[in-house]
């Protein structure tokens, strides 16, 4: 009986020991994956969040696990909680770079689009004044109008989408309104603007 006591307590003395020997590893593996996603949080809020609530799910548990003592579930939840901050770093970068480039073009657009939608207006303006050329019937010049007061409407929500910070929902938007001007033009018979 003794003996088997005593073996239970060795048993339990090395059980111990070992966890306590993958504690300070699974926690200095948690900080440094914490750090990682804190680094790239405040930027994945805005260009990444869905990505970011997954990597912060992943770091809610990897806590659990860890207030649980399952050290060897914290070392495997840090290291994909890093691989995770590294890409949701890559991810951010690469919105980023395409947020600059939507910004460049939209300072493009946001010169030439209206100058098409004047010019648009101008020309439906004038053609409802008068009697339609022989090359546009009354269904084509009625459709033009339509197709104008949609551009305008979306040209509204391109502006709004960049008041907002979104330049690349705004560029895209702001491309769809200058590919419409072109049908329209065409339609109306108008000479490039």
């Not at 440094?32 to 996603?37: N, T, V």
């Not at 990505?51 to 990897?62: D, K, N």
């Not at 890093?82 to 939507?102: D, F, I, P």
């Not at 101008?122 to 084509?140: F, G, I, Q, T, Y």
Request: hydrophobic share 45%.
């Amino acid at each position: 009986m003794r003996a088997s006591i005593f073996a239970a307590i060795v048993a339990s003395n090395a059980l111990l020991s070992g966890c306590a020997n993958h504690e300070e590893p699974a926690r200095q593996a948690l900080a440094a994956a914490e750090a990682s996603l804190a680094e790239v949080r405040v930027d994945a809020a805005k260009y990444a969040p869905e990505e970011l609530q997954q990597a912060e799910s992943r770091l809610a548990r990897v806590k659990e696990d860890l207030a649980k003592e399952e050290y060897k579930d914290v070392l495997g939840g840090a290291t994909q909680l890093s691989k995770e901050a590294a890409t949701l770093k890559e991810v951010v970068t690469s919105k980023q770079t395409q947020a600059v480039a939507a910004t460049h073009e939209w300072e493009s657009l946001s010169e030439e689009v209206p100058k098409l939608v004047q010019a648009i207006e101008n020309r439906v303006h004038s053609l409802s004044a008068a009697k339609l050329p022989k090359d546009l019937d009354k269904e084509s010049f009625e459709s033009a109008k339509v197709a104008l007061q949609s551009m305008k409407s979306l040209w509204a929500e391109a502006s709004a989408a960049f008041d907002a910070g979104n330049a690349v929902l705004a560029a895209d938007k702001a491309r769809m309104v200058q590919a419409k001007g072109q049908e329209v033009i065409d339609q109306l018979g108008m000479s490039a603007v």
